[in-house]
């Protein structure tokens, strides 16, 4: 792929669209209203158009569509798919208590209910998930950009990249707020919609033109894969179909640890509502509102392009791993170079790895699949050259050697189903030798660590396709690229809109300065922008460390798991059960916190089971939820909590919204019943 003088225009000429109108429709900010709300006057196309673009960022381009290319396939569209039932449900149900109640931000809204330290709580939880978010929507869009950049033969750092779409979030947010975002989204979700679908046009193309070997999941429960040719007049709907059709079940095994049909009953039901309802990235939208009706009307259009998203970014992620696995699982080869290399440490009896300081060329080629060889170079300047030509040479400066140690008692796997068919060899000689170390810890009582392997670079999908089936020179790579930066961008801007938004209403407005005028919060919003946006360059490049995950998509499902389950516990019980007490509130945030973390770090040093985060997620909000009944029990409210109107805003509700909002939810139920196994029966 080459990046040529016309996709350079549309590329630049893009950002510069999207930045000029954003600060001049967001000139006259000067309230806090204005900076962080728009005023409280957006329109419901506006609303729906922003609510997408700030959802669909590099963690769906790129984090859904690198789980789409693994054995989830599109099973991974539950989580648009519910939130189209998700977003009828936050308009009808949240939405007017919220409008109601007048707030900046939806840990105020736990004051408004509870009291100050359930707001305080959720706010500082709130702030340190959105640390992570920040960094790992900034390290997606990155990768993608280094994944590109190298197709074209440059080296673009993840570090470079990083810091080139914080600066451009940056910039309109920190002069326009909220305005700014909301109308820069109405032109980056239309063109991420428009170029997604140009992507997946051409990835079709691709599929039903090539005459290689197209890669292929034979069994999602084992991730096995396969190789097939086709006869050249066979067509891409047919094509997709067979390779693919295995991956087409919306209903996982409940075993699997990506996203078990267990979860689709509770589970994910949880981020979903917690996502749309009580997430002040997404929320704060919505708390613009002009009226309850344009809130609505507005949620329930983006409920309806919710149906839509699967379509032209699951899809083009399972058609990436049948076209580029092998490049796939060469873009793997430097995350695995020091783990296997700690293995050859730890496993001096290996037949199947080798060092080899500074190799020649004709060594590299000739190395035989099945055995891995550590290259060992002076310093990085060859490593780049050994990684396209031999997948099963792992290279690594000596510097980078040098430094790596291992315990006796450490393990090696994998979370990737396909990495025993990707590397039979020494998927079999390290079963044997885990169970060794396991037994060894047993009997010296000590706890083992684990060092993981991948198989394949599955986030990198999305890369793979845009450098390789969009045509070139007609500025479509240009245009597709600035979509994509796009939308990263905007997702990058409601986070710094909502950290800024709730650091100073929340935080010091509340504590520090309860008397600071509208200049003084403004001025302290910019401020915050500029902070939480150095944090987000810095965090981006550590977030690609195969031993944190190989999907940066479930990085940021299972982080928000921390607080996600108690604050939608605390939320609806509070709404439902009048008569529940302030303390009630505080204990049901603290509570999901310390449990959900106590099983995360029990399935990590193996003390306790390994249960899939979904799960994690609905055993914490069913304990908040019998703790807080518990609670009320014992000491209910005299008298139950009444939500006084504290707004001027029209709260008449939308009865046009709700028969669309209706139509949403019977479609949604009917692509379940398509996309289960038996529709895929028939």
């Not at 977003?87 to 409008?99: C, G, I, K, Q, S």
């Not at 170029?195 to 997946?200: L, N, P, Q």
């Not at 209903?251 to 981020?271: M, Q, Y």
């Amino acid at each position: 792929m080459q990046f040529n003088l016309l996709d350079i225009t549309v590329f630049l000429g893009f950002i510069a669209a999207v930045i000029t109108i954003g600060l001049w429709k967001s000139r006259h900010e000067k309230t806090s209203e204005d900076y962080f709300l728009a005023g409280r006057g957006l329109k419901w196309w506006l609303i729906g158009f922003s609510l997408i673009a700030a959802n669909i960022s590099s963690e769906q381009l790129v984090g859904m569509s690198g789980n789409a290319a693994s054995h989830v396939g599109l099973a991974i569209a539950s989580y648009e798919w519910m939130a189209a039932i998700t977003l009828v449900v936050v308009a009808f149900f949240f939405l007017p208590y919220f409008l109601r109640a007048g707030i900046f931000t939806m840990p105020e809204f736990l004051e408004y209910r509870y009291n100050g330290t359930a707001r305080t709580i959720m706010a500082v939880a709130t702030i340190f998930i959105y640390m992570l978010l920040l960094g790992s929507v900034t390290y997606s869009g990155a990768l993608t950009v280094n994944t590109m950049a190298g197709k074209m033969g440059y080296d673009v750092p993840i570090a470079t990249a990083a810091l080139v779409i914080g600066l451009i979030a940056m910039v309109y947010v920190t002069a326009g707020g909220l305005k700014a975002c909301a109308w820069a989204d109405l032109i980056q979700g239309s063109a991420l919609i428009i170029g997604s679908a140009i992507v997946m046009i051409y990835a079709f193309k691709k599929l039903g033109s090539t005459t290689d070997e197209l890669a292929f999941v034979e069994n999602v429960k084992t991730g096995a894969v396969g190789l097939k040719t086709f006869a050249q007049d066979t067509g891409s709907i047919d094509r997709f179909w067979q390779l693919n059709k295995v991956r087409m079940n919306m209903f996982l095994p409940k075993d699997d640890k990506v996203l078990p049909c267990t979860a689709l009953f509770l589970g994910l039901w949880i981020p979903n509502f917690y996502y749309w309802g009580l997430n002040q990235y997404i929320t704060q939208r919505t708390l613009a509102s002009e009226s309850l009706a344009e809130g609505q009307k507005g949620i329930v259009f983006s409920a309806f392009m919710k149906l839509l998203i699967p379509f032209i970014v699951v899809i083009p992620g399972i058609i990436a791993f049948n076209l580029y696995a092998k490049d796939m699982q060469n873009q793997s080869v430097t995350d695995n170079a020091p783990v296997i290399a700690k293995y050859m440490m730890a496993n001096r009896d290996t037949q199947l790895v080798e060092i080899a300081q500074a190799p020649d060329e004709n060594a590299i080629v000739n190395w035989p699949h099945g055995s891995f060889m550590i290259a060992v170079f002076p310093d990085d300047s060859a490593l780049k050259a050994v990684k396209a030509k031999n997948p099963f040479v792992l290279p690594l400066t000596q510097g980078k050697f040098d430094e790596l140690q291992v315990s006796q008692y450490t393990v090696f796997e994998s979370d990737d189903k396909s990495w025993k068919s990707a590397f039979p060899g020494l998927a079999a000689e390290l079963e044997i030798y885990n169970a060794s170390v396991t037994d060894a810890a047993a009997q010296a009582k000590v706890s083992v660590t684990s060092e993981k392997f991948i198989a394949y670079k599955y986030d990198t999908a999305l890369g793979q396709l845009l450098s390789s089936v969009l045509p070139q020179g007609t500025g479509l790579v240009g245009f597709v690229l600035a979509a994509l930066l796009g939308a990263i961008v905007s997702s990058l801007a409601a986070m710094l809109n909502a950290a800024s938004t709730i650091f100073t209403m929340d935080i010091f407005k509340k504590y520090i300065s309860p008397q600071a005028g509208h200049k003084a919060m403004v001025m302290l919003g910019r401020i915050c922008v500029v902070v939480f946006s150095v944090i987000a360059v810095l965090l981006a490049p550590q977030l690609g460390n195969p031993k944190i995950s190989n999907s940066i998509f479930t990085i940021i499902q299972e982080s928000q798991g921390l607080i996600s389950p108690g604050i939608l516990a605390v939320f609806v019980f509070g709404l439902i059960c009048r008569i529940a007490p302030p303390i009630a509130g505080v204990v049901g945030l603290l509570t999901n916190i310390v449990s959900y973390g106590g099983m995360y770090l029990m399935g990590r040093y193996k003390i306790g089971p390994d249960i899939q985060f979904l799960n994690r997620m609905a055993i914490c909000f069913g304990l908040c939820i019998v703790v807080m009944t518990i609670i009320t029990l014992l000491k209910p409210l005299a008298e139950p909590v009444e939500f006084k109107q504290q707004t001027t805003l029209d709260l008449r509700s939308s009865s046009g919204a709700k028969i669309v909002g209706i139509v949403v939810v019977v479609i949604t139920l009917a692509l379940y019943v398509l996309f289960s196994p038996i529709g895929l029966a028939k």
